[in-house]
């Protein structure tokens, strides 16, 4: 082979690797769009019950029960959708909206416990369709919650994470 063959056959050579080479990389999702390496986005921590957290560290979630004759069933978010009395899942430090609804018009309330003794709760309701919200920040001391009219059984327990 003359040394004017050799010219054009490294220069096809070189192309050629150059295409495989940005092909595989486009291929793997290695290309370049406008981000640094390491860049990637980081999960959010959850809120409990599998939950994602939106808006900013502390501010509210909504968790809502609703009454079914004598049991509590999960109704928000989607991971004690129907749930005989769920646990609930919360995160210290983090501010909660827990409610239920009245869907058999009998009468029910919402207790929620902490150490043996009731820390906050709604009042006793009968009109069906109504909802009543009780607002809590997690905290390990919260063990479980209740029906004050049905307390053996409509209670669920609250588990904490730190």
Known sequence: MSQDDAQPRRRILRVAAVTVVGSTAAVAGCTDQGEEPGDEPEAEEGTGNGQEREGEDGEGERILLETDGDVW??????EIEDEENPTL????GWEYEIGCVNRDGDDHSLALWAD???????????????EQWLTVEGSDDLTSYRCEVHPDTMEGDIEVDE
């Open 73 to 78: 069933i999960g109704q928000e978010p989607a």
């Open 89 to 92: 899942e919360l995160v210290a």
């Open 116 to 130: 043996g003794e009731e820390r906050d709760a709604t009042g006793v309701d009968d009109e069906e369709g109504e």
